[in-house]
């Protein structure tokens, strides 16, 4: 997913952009735009404002701005992509192996967190 930004607000601009640091990209060759004005012309348009009519009301966290954004970006593939149907069903099962993948490396870097916190207990008490 390729993000561009462009806001009339500066901090709103600066925020969105440490937001999504990660996927941000030229206008060119982004996915979705995000606005804080309503754009009725460009179908990639992603409005953020106060309005409840608006894709993502004011405030929000990141996480609830990640997820818009992905339920965004799966609406406008499954538009683009209805003759593909075989594609969007390879999509989910990557997302789900991913899933899974995801979950084995956070088990195995908390199991290594939790060793480390312990070595360091028993050193600290063995002084």
Do not use: G, W
């Not at 804080?36 to 404002?49: A, G, M, P, T």
């Not at 894709?55 to 997820?67: A, C, H, N, Y």
């Not at 499954?78 to 088990?107: C, G, N, P």
């Amino acid at each position: 997913m390729k993000i561009a930004v462009e806001c009339k607000s500066p901090l709103m601009q600066k925020s969105l952009e440490l937001f999504l640091s990660n996927h941000l990209s030229s206008l060119k060759h982004c996915d979705i735009v995000i606005r804080d004005e309503k754009c009725l012309e460009d179908e990639r348009c992603f409005y953020i404002s106060s309005n409840k009519e608006s894709d993502l009301v004011k405030p929000f966290s990141k996480s609830q701005l990640i997820l818009a954004l992905e339920k965004r970006y799966k609406s406008m593939n499954k538009d683009m992509k209805k003759v593909e149907y075989a594609d969007d069903e390879v999509f989910e099962q990557s997302t789900v192996f991913d899933f899974e993948i995801l979950e084995k490396r956070i088990e195995s870097l908390t199991a290594e967190y939790q060793a480390n916190i312990l070595k360091a207990v028993r050193a600290f008490y063995e002084k």
